[in-house]
């Protein structure tokens, strides 16, 4: 009842948001909820009026584009991103909304033998034999690629796996290198791989060296139109934006 009646209220407001003048909402947003934007911003603009116009990276790039000054009205970021811009000034604390929660997972070649990642020790031992890997360059700013290279240290094998990794700088291009051959094994957040081509999910990370992120969306203090900006951080918490997290591979909320 609760759902549906939250259901209600946003179907409402986005309704007498079409009876107002439409605004553009300028939009940065994660990587990591890049297929969830691209799905659901047309339908929202369907629903409003509004139009979005959205630039996606990683965590480090979007924080450094707001903090040199650049006006936006909504971000959707790890929490920690968030807090960052928040702590800053940047954003409005009072207006954040959790939309999602994610992990990392590990690819290979479609149809390829998967490896054991089951355990932190089955883990260590895959990546020692496999020939290649692949994950975000932590110098990117992405979360997950500062994240693997501690999972690297602490299994006690960085200085190894050093000749033998190949950093990529998005999900796409380690999709690619996997695809193609080119890295045995890659790694990034999964809601990023699953719908790439040519790769298979092995799964996530072992529980123990695991780091579940956790996207949020914010209004910023110098957001043009607050209200516009709102309606679209409403809409990406219906049950229809749910259902589309869900199918990203993400747990909504």
């Given at each position: 009842?609760?759902?549906a009646?939250?259901a209600l209220a946003?179907?409402?407001?986005l309704?007498q948001?079409?009876t107002g ?5 300028k939009?940065l947003c994660?990587n ?5 934007i691209?799905?659901l ?7 409003t009026g509004?139009?979005?116009a959205v630039?996606f990276?990683?965590l480090?790039?979007?924080v450094?584009r707001v ?12 929490r920690q ?6 702590k800053?000034?940047k954003?409005d ?5 959790v939309l ?7 690819i290979?070649?479609?149809?390829a033998?998967?490896p054991?990642?089951s355990t932190?020790?089955?883990l260590?031992r895959?990546?020692?034999?496999a020939?290649?890997i692949?994950?975000l ?8 690629g500062?994240?693997f ?12 796996m050093k000749s033998?990794t190949?950093?990529?700088p ?9 695809a193609?051959?080119?890295a045995?094994?890659g790694i990034n957040?999964?809601q990023e ?7 298979d999910l ?8 695991q780091?579940?992120?956790?996207f949020a969306a914010?209004?910023m203090t110098d ?6 900006a709102?309606?679209?951080i409403d ?13 990203t591979g993400?747990?909504?909320g």
């Amino acid at each position: 009842m609760r759902v549906a009646l939250l259901a209600l209220a946003v179907l409402v407001s986005l309704g007498q948001v079409r009876t107002g003048e439409a605004a553009e909402i300028k939009v940065l947003c994660a990587n990591g909820m890049r297929g969830v934007i691209e799905e659901l911003g047309p339908r929202f603009e369907r629903a409003t009026g509004h139009k979005l116009a959205v630039s996606f990276g990683t965590l480090g790039v979007i924080v450094d584009r707001v903090q040199k000054g650049e006006t936006v009205d909504v971000v959707t970021l790890p929490r920690q991103g968030i807090e960052r811009l928040v702590k800053d000034g940047k954003a409005d604390g009072g207006s954040i909304a959790v939309l999602a929660r994610a992990g990392i997972g590990v690819i290979v070649r479609r149809g390829a033998a998967k490896p054991d990642i089951s355990t932190p020790e089955a883990l260590k031992r895959s990546l020692v034999a496999a020939k290649s890997i692949t994950y975000l360059d932590p110098a990117a700013g992405g979360t997950s690629g500062a994240h693997f290279a501690k999972v690297l240290d602490r299994l006690g094998i960085a200085a190894e796996m050093k000749s033998k990794t190949v950093l990529h700088p998005n999900a796409r291009a380690a999709g690619a290198l996997v695809a193609n051959g080119d890295a045995e094994i890659g790694i990034n957040l999964i809601q990023e791989l699953i719908a790439l081509p040519g790769i298979d999910l092995v799964g996530p990370l072992p529980a123990d060296l695991q780091n579940t992120l956790v996207f949020a969306a914010v209004i910023m203090t110098d957001a043009k139109d607050r209200t516009a900006a709102k309606s679209l951080i409403d809409f990406l918490r219906t049950p229809e934006a749910m259902s589309v997290i869900k199918a990203t591979g993400m747990d909504p909320g």
